[in-house]
């Protein structure tokens, strides 16, 4: 070969921290929900997931969770369509203190606020 390939390395993408909480080692739902406060294991959470994941991470549209209520159990986000819309309600809530609601409606391509239904 004349001209070998050089190795080029990927550019890291810079993680938005939260812009609902701080990385504190509290979970986000036991807080507002049971007023409890410390867990050892976390996991992090984009709000909206699937096609908006990536602006859920560019916008730090996220939060901490503890086993419980992000992958296991009924109360689990991923479990519960509740606490689903509940964390998304508040995050279009935060993400509308700095941004229009035309924007939110352009990015993620609703409006969790107006909704009446579970769906």
């Known amino acids: ?29 036991c807080t507002r929900l049971n007023g409890d406060f410390s867990h050892k294991t976390l996991q992090e959470h984009h709000i909206f997931g699937g096609p908006n994941r990536i602006h859920s991470e560019a916008y730090g549209l996220k939060v901490y969770l503890c086993v419980e209520h992000h992958t296991e159990g009924k109360a689990a986000v991923h479990n519960n369509i509740d606490n689903m819309r509940l964390l998304q309600r508040e995050g279009q809530r935060v993400f509308e203190r700095e941004h ?20």
């Not at 229009?100 to 769906?119: P, V």
């Open 1 to 29: 070969m004349m001209y070998p390939k050089t190795a080029r390395r990927k550019k890291r993408k810079k993680h938005m921290p939260s812009i609902l909480q701080t990385k504190d080692g509290t979970c986000y739902l």
């Open 100 to 119: 229009t609601r035309a924007e939110f409606m352009k990015i993620f391509g609703r409006n969790y606020l107006e909704e009446n239904d579970g769906a």
